[in-house]
């Protein structure tokens, strides 16, 4: 199982910009697919993001296409969130998950390593 830590939230300004970092330990980030999911209180996790090696990387609500990207450094173990323009709209607590194999899923159920979390706020 892999160790995951996230870090790179926090307060910004509507428009403004975020990178989120995810660093994994534990085993080769390579052989996962990564994903950023992100769950406001009340509601479930909605996926956002994933990378991996048969899907590249992608977006999943249209909400956030054009505004995030998502990259990973398999060399550094770590995995990024490009957050930018954001909106009220993409406050939540944003965490990310693995899943070993080479293919994306948009639902938390296929991802068996969670981190604990950063915190998004979006807000003039």
């Known amino acids: 199982h892999l160790q995951l830590v996230e870090s790179g939230g926090g307060l910004v300004q509507p428009g403004g910009s975020l990178r989120l970092s995810c660093v994994a330990s534990?085993?080769?980030?390579?052989?996962?697919?990564i994903a950023w999911f992100r769950q406001v209180p009340g509601k479930e996790r909605e996926a956002v993001s994933c990378?991996?090696?048969?899907?590249?990387?992608?977006n999943f609500p249209q909400s956030v296409k054009g505004r995030f990207t998502i990259s990973r450094d398999n060399a550094k173990s770590t995995v990024y969130l490009q957050m930018n323009n954001l909106e009220p709209e993409d406050t939540a607590k944003y965490y990310c998950a693995a899943s070993v194999g080479y293919v994306c899923y948009d639902l938390e159920r296929f991802f068996e390593d969670w981190g604990q979390g950063t915190q998004v706020t979006v807000s003039s």
């Open positions: 534990g085993g080769t980030l390579d052989r996962y697919a």
């Open positions: 990378s991996s090696g048969y899907d590249g990387n992608k």
